[in-house]
């Protein structure tokens, strides 16, 4: 894939929308950044990763085969295989009410193999560890200025990460914490906001690690877009992933009214954990729509 022109006319920046066939309602718009040839879409891979979390689910391949690696229509209905699953799927419209899967998708664990796992790192601060074992450099810019420490599952959802007893993952087992290398990464300051307001995620493709912004913005996209990623071995992918579903997720908790859609319950330890409004990197990117306006293609889940 490459990256997009610096200006791109507006019409290519009108988002790809994915829909619930039950309810007749889009329940995620991804923009069109990523390019192959002279075609512009949404990948594929990464739009059913997207609704599988969306749908708590395990998705395949469905009608739009998976080798046609750019999804460029208006508009994909997400179709469950299970023939015997309702219509009215549900759908999880809040990070802590989403299902974290053991194990995860088999193309994410493949894009980044652990071969030696690094001892427990508890000597020093969470911070200096992540920083020194990156080289001191953004793993997405490479630069060495302006560097921060960025929590992959956020610290505000330790509960939740204790909740799925995530620890297994960490480089220190014993401790139930968010506060370990293996959830943290060194970006450089404004590539950590991005991350943070939730237009960046890091995803697998071609057996790697790449950067995918979820909203187009003329400072970062034309620039960081598909861009390969430097993940040492102490990061677990498993954290990488569950990123991607707290930013995929970050927006739904308001779009997603619970008087209009069927929605997976938050489990009661988690309720009085932190909820997280939506956010873009990007002020100026135009806002999808809320409800679909042309029919196109169906993908299928199970």
Same mark, same amino acid.
């Given at each position: 894939?490459?990256?997009?022109?610096?200006?791109?006319?507006?019409?290519?920046?009108?988002?790809?929308?994915?829909?619930?066939?039950?309810?007749?309602?889009?329940?995620?718009?991804?923009?069109?950044?990523?390019?192959?040839?002279?075609?512009?879409?949404?990948?594929?891979?990464?739009?059913?990763?997207?609704?599988?979390?969306?749908?708590?689910?395990?998705?395949?391949?469905?009608?739009?085969?998976?080798?046609?690696?750019?999804?460029?229509?208006?508009?994909?209905?997400?179709?469950? *295989?299970?023939?015997?699953?309702?219509? +009215?799927?549900?759908?999880?419209?809040?990070?802590?009410?989403?299902?974290?899967?053991?194990?995860?998708?088999?193309?994410?664990?493949?894009?980044?193999?652990?071969?030696?796992?690094?001892?427990?790192?508890?000597?020093?601060?969470?911070?200096?560890?992540?920083?020194?074992?990156?080289?001191?450099?953004?793993? +997405?810019?490479?630069?060495?200025?302006?560097?921060?420490?960025?929590?992959?599952?956020?610290?505000?959802?330790?509960?939740?990460?204790?909740?799925?007893?995530?620890?297994?993952?960490?480089?220190?087992?014993?401790?139930?914490?968010?506060?370990?290398?293996?959830?943290?990464?060194?970006?450089?300051?404004?590539?950590?906001?991005?991350?943070?307001?939730?237009?960046?995620?890091?995803?697998?493709?071609?057996?790697?690690?790449?950067?995918?912004?979820?909203?187009?913005?003329?400072?970062?996209?034309?620039?960081?877009?598909?861009?390969?990623?430097?993940?040492?071995?102490?990061?677990?992918?498993?954290?990488?992933?569950?990123?991607?579903?707290?930013?995929?997720?970050?927006?739904?908790?308001?779009?997603?009214? *619970?008087?209009?859609?069927?929605?997976?319950?938050?489990?009661?330890?988690?309720?009085?954990?932190?909820?997280?409004?939506?956010?873009?990197?990007?002020?100026?990117?135009?806002?999808?729509?809320?409800?679909?306006?042309?029919?196109?293609?169906?993908?299928?889940?199970?």
């Amino acid at each position: 894939m490459e990256i997009l022109p610096i200006r791109p006319p507006f019409d290519w920046l009108s988002p790809v929308q994915f829909a619930h066939p039950g309810l007749g309602r889009t329940f995620l718009a991804l923009y069109r950044n990523s390019r192959a040839a002279d075609t512009l879409g949404v990948h594929h891979q990464t739009a059913l990763d997207a609704c599988r979390i969306i749908a708590s689910t395990r998705s395949r391949s469905g009608r739009v085969p998976l080798d046609d690696d750019l999804l460029t229509g208006p508009m994909y209905w997400y179709f469950l *295989a299970d023939e015997a699953a309702p219509a +009215v799927y549900p759908v999880v419209n809040d990070f802590r009410a989403w299902t974290f899967p053991i194990p995860i998708p088999e193309h994410w664990s493949a894009a980044h193999v652990v071969e030696v796992r690094p001892p427990g790192l508890r000597n020093r601060p969470m911070s200096d560890l992540v920083k020194d074992d990156d080289h001191g450099v953004c793993i +997405v810019t490479g630069t060495g200025c302006t560097l921060e420490n960025a929590h992959l599952i956020p610290r505000e959802h330790s509960a939740w990460f204790a909740y799925h007893n995530l620890q297994i993952y960490n480089t220190d087992t014993i401790l139930s914490t968010t506060e370990d290398a293996a959830n943290g990464v060194t970006l450089r300051a404004d590539i950590h906001r991005c991350l943070d307001l939730g237009g960046l995620v890091f995803v697998p493709v071609c057996n790697g690690v790449v950067a995918h912004l979820l909203d187009y913005s003329y400072d970062y996209t034309p620039f960081l877009h598909s861009l390969p990623i430097r993940l040492s071995q102490r990061v677990a992918i498993e954290f990488v992933y569950a990123r991607f579903a707290f930013n995929i997720l970050r927006p739904l908790n308001e779009k997603l009214e *619970a008087s209009l859609w069927t929605t997976v319950p938050i489990p009661a330890p988690l309720r009085r954990a932190p909820s997280v409004q939506s956010a873009t990197c990007s002020q100026g990117a135009p806002r999808p729509p809320s409800e679909p306006t042309v029919s196109q293609h169906p993908l299928d889940g199970e």
